[in-house]
């Protein structure tokens, strides 16, 4: 993409009703729109980034059995009066209609997923069930002001499955957290998986998938040693004991952010909807639940959190808008074709591209914009880099770049 047909611009000032690092970047490199507290629309760049995190969820979830689906945001509210969540869960938004029937908007859709699937499940042959969708939530937070972090609505994956039996729920919640994990190493990302007290309906095991960062809003306790971490609201562990797993290693406290998690919600909502179906023997039994969460958007904000440097964000090439930043500087005439030209190859190859081809905008501009934005690869075409014989290509997370020959950039990127 052409920067010049880029409808958003950087600002140099941070916004100055925004605390966390990652509204104020955001918003400064124009990848976000901030509506109200919690609310944010998301612009070119960052829909490109979200896309990405979004395809890379996709793909994991995909690969574990998850069938992709797309529920309603604007729900009824009889289910939710079935369940208890119309008077229990204090972050529902409620609406009520000019015909004063009154509704609920999704913050997460345990009351539309198992009706769904209760219409389709007739037999102990027809289990296991899981689906997933990707789409917004909204919640009624009382504090938000951790940027895109909180939202009071905010995209996020929502997978249920459903059981015949424990073993085989167990079977595939182990199947779940491993391509957590795997999903969030694949953003760039460091998860350590949590165990928690499960929410208020259960006191069965759930799993909290947590990032390190000073802009978390949770307290962890983690192992030096083994992968043992927990949160500190529920651990009976503190700081400096001795790990209660391996008991060897010593537990560190750290801010983190809770990216995801993943719950055993037993028969809560199969009994409550009457969900049953038939066993081997002919007899009528109860599915068991699992529910599995991951906040798109908030894992976007901690990646700026835990990535960016003081000149700006810096994207893991998986989920990075562009690959390539394609500076062109100066006004020779050579300078243009040659950087017009490796545009064109850099599209034909399938590398994506935004190319700063603004005229009258300063080196140092051009140059402070590709720290701001970001992507991992900035190639820079100069009077200079010409006479040195190619592209001058640095990676953002390097100090210096070095000179490529023209012949060379496509093999070296690739
Ligand atoms: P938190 O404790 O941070 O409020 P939660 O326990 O309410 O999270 P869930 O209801 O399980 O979270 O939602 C699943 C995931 O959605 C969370 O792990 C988190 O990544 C994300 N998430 C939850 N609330 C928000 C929010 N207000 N804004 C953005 N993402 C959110
Ligand atoms: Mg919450």
Redesign the pocket.
């Known amino acids: 993409m052409r920067q010049t047909q880029l409808f958003t611009k950087t600002k140099r000032e941070d916004p100055k009703d925004e605390m966390s690092k990652n509204a104020k970047l955001l918003i400064r490199a124009g990848f976000v729109h901030k509506e109200m507290a919690g609310v944010y629309s998301y612009l070119p760049l960052g829909w490109r980034v979200l896309r990405k995190i979004e395809a890379i969820i996709r793909e994991e979830m995909n690969a574990i059995g998850g069938q992709e689906i797309t529920m309603a945001t604007l729900h009824p509210s009889e289910p939710w009066k079935q369940t208890g969540a119309w008077d229990n869960v204090d972050v529902l938004f409620k609406i009520q209609s000019r015909t004063e029937k009154e509704y609920a908007l999704g913050q ?1 859709e345990e009351e539309i997923v198992t009706p769904i699937v209760q219409e389709y499940v007739d037999s102990y042959k027809d289990l296991p069930v899981a689906v997933y969708q990707i789409g917004q939530k909204y ?1 009624d ?1 009382l504090r938000a002001k951790s940027g895109i ?3 009071r609505e ?1 995209l ?1 994956k929502d997978m249920y499955s459903f059981h015949d039996n424990q073993e085989d729920f167990d079977r595939f919640y182990q199947i779940a957290k491993e391509a957590y994990l795997k999903l969030y190493t694949r953003m760039g990302l460091v998860a350590k998986a949590t165990e928690a007290s499960g929410g208020s309906f259960t006191t069965k095991l759930s799993y909290e998938f947590m990032v390190l960062t000073d802009a978390g ?1 949770d307290d962890i306790l983690y192992c030096n040693e083994c992968t043992h971490c927990a949160n500190v609201e529920v651990s009976k562990q503190k700081e400096g004991d001795t790990c209660e797993k391996c008991e060897k290693g010593t537990m560190s406290a750290a801010k983190a952010s ?4 993943i719950f055993d919600l037993g028969q809560k909502y199969s009994k409550d909807f009457n969900f049953t179906y038939k066993t081997a023997d002919g007899s009528e039994k109860q599915p068991i639940m699992g529910c599995y ?3 798109l ?2 894992l976007m904000g901690v990646i700026v959190e835990a990535l960016s440097d003081d000149k700006g964000i810096v994207w893991p090439e998986s989920v990075a808008p562009f690959k390539v930043h394609l500076l062109a500087l100066g006004d020779s005439e050579v300078v243009k074709m040659r950087a017009e030209k490796l545009y064109m190859e850099l599209q034909e190859t399938g590398i994506e591209v935004l190319f700063d081809d603004r005229a009258g905008v300063s080196n140092g501009e051009k140059f402070n914009d590709a720290d701001l934005l970001g992507m991992p690869y900035r190639i820079v075409i100069s009077e200079r880099s010409l006479k040195e014989g190619g592209f001058e290509l640095k990676k953002r997370t390097a100090d210096k770049g070095e000179i490529i020959p023209f012949e060379s950039v496509i093999s070296f990127l690739k």
Not at 258 to 261: I, L, P, S
């Open positions: 997460s919640r937070e972090m909180r939202g905010f996020m809003e809770e990216v995801g998690n969460g991951i906040g958007t908030r």
